[in-house]
Nanobody
């Protein structure tokens, strides 16, 4: 059974940092590119970042480039999203995604 479980969300002040984790099981993690998406209230789901397999290449949306870093640990079947310089507009539920499966999300709220 495929599982993706996000964690690490919470309430943080503007300018703060959070590190999201997505622990996976049930599929060969090392062969999948991994994605982070987010969905803010009243908005469509938005792509945030991608990390590929072969060279570990990473890509970011313009909204988060320079502030967020995606990484992966294939030994732990886990993908991470380090979020620095958080802004109120980063408030959303964050999901990890394989392109075939996705998790239940973890909520991030950026507010003073």
């Amino acid at each position: 059974q495929v599982q993706l479980v996000e964690s690490g969300g919470g309430l943080v002040q503007p300018g703060g940092s959070l590190r999201l984790s997505c622990a996976t099981s049930g599929f060969d993690f090392s062969t999948y590119a991994m994605f982070w998406y987010r969905q803010a209230p009243g908005w469509n789901r938005e792509w945030v970042a991608t990390i590929f397999v072969s060279d570990g290449g990473t890509y970011y949306s313009d909204a988060v480039k320079g502030r967020f870093t995606i990484s992966r640990d294939d030994a732990k079947s886990t993908v991470y999203l380090q979020m620095n310089g958080l802004r109120p507009e980063d408030t959303a539920v964050y999901y990890c995604d394989t392109g075939e499966w996705w998790g239940q999300g973890t909520r991030v709220t950026v507010s003073s």
